[in-house]
């Protein structure tokens, strides 16, 4: 049986473990842009409720922008190293009780797969032939569920969470400093909550949860941020402190 067009038939078409990882990707980014949108509309509104000067509500704004990139990429960066130690160590333990013990590692894949609903003959066949392929790929897959050659990194990480930060940073920032003083605060207020149902909508959608609920969550969320920093901003600033 030829399986040279078998196994180049589908070579193309994308498998379901670089689907996951990049709809996982495309998360991160647009809750990173959630956060960008609601802490730095928070700041401004805040800001811009206890004053109508546009120098201070620029500087709080970019200091929002500036401290929250960074603040996000850090986060994901020691996020993603602490997992990409873990998966380190365990991928170093399998390639460590594969060489010291090689005949209790194929009775474990075996087992596995015989778990899976294989007959203990079919298991056996199918651990020994993945085994004399890759042993610790398929050890790593079966009993850890990790592709060795597929571990995120860290850098790529925090870069992709601080652009992601900035980019829903810029519609707050845009909506308080290009607009009218009459109508910089409502008209932020609008921008930035229909920007969040649209975040919230398009997180839901990637993972298949109700595209409404998930819209509703996050508006009110948003909303109840900018009510309090608005609230806030303009008690201190009646109040002759700021």
């Known amino acids: ?26 998360r991160a980014g647009v809750l990173g842009a959630n956060d960008g949108i609601v802490s730095v509309a928070a700041i401004v509104v805040g800001v811009a409720s206890a004053t109508t000067d546009t120098g201070p509500i620029l500087i709080a704004g970019a200091a929002g922008v500036v401290g929250g990139a960074i603040s996000m990429a850090l986060g994901e960066y020691v996020s993603v190293s602490s997992q990409k130690d873990s998966q380190h ?6 390639r460590r009780e594969l060489a010291e013990q090689p005949e209790e590692e194929l009775e474990e894949l075996a087992a596995i797969y015989q778990g899976k609903g294989l007959s203990p003959e079919t298991a056996r066949t199918v651990a020994k032939e993945l085994t004399a392929h890759d042993a610790l790929g398929a050890h790593l897959s079966a009993e850890l569920h990790i592709d060795e050659t597929d571990i ?3 850098w790529h990480a925090a870069f992709a969470s601080a652009i992601a930060f900035l980019i829903g940073a810029i519609l707050p920032m ?6 009218p003083e009459s109508i910089r605060i409502p008209l932020t207020f609008v921008a930035v909550l229909v920007a969040l149902a649209a975040t919230g909508a398009v997180g839901a959608w990637i993972g298949g949860g109700s595209k409404l609920k998930a819209a509703v969550r996050v508006v009110i969320g948003g909303a109840a941020a ?4 608005f609230l806030i901003g303009n008690l201190l600033g009646a109040s002759g402190i700021v």
Do not use: F, Q, Y
């Open 174 to 179: 845009m909506a308080i400093l290009l607009p």
């Open 1 to 26: 049986m030829d399986t040279t067009g078998a196994a180049t038939l589908h070579e193309n078409e994308p498998h379901h473990n670089d689907i996951a990882h990049r709809l996982n990707w495309l």
């Open 152 to 154: 995120v990194s860290p």
């Open 226 to 229: 900018l009510v309090a920093t």
């Open 89 to 94: 160590a365990l991928i170093e333990k399998e």
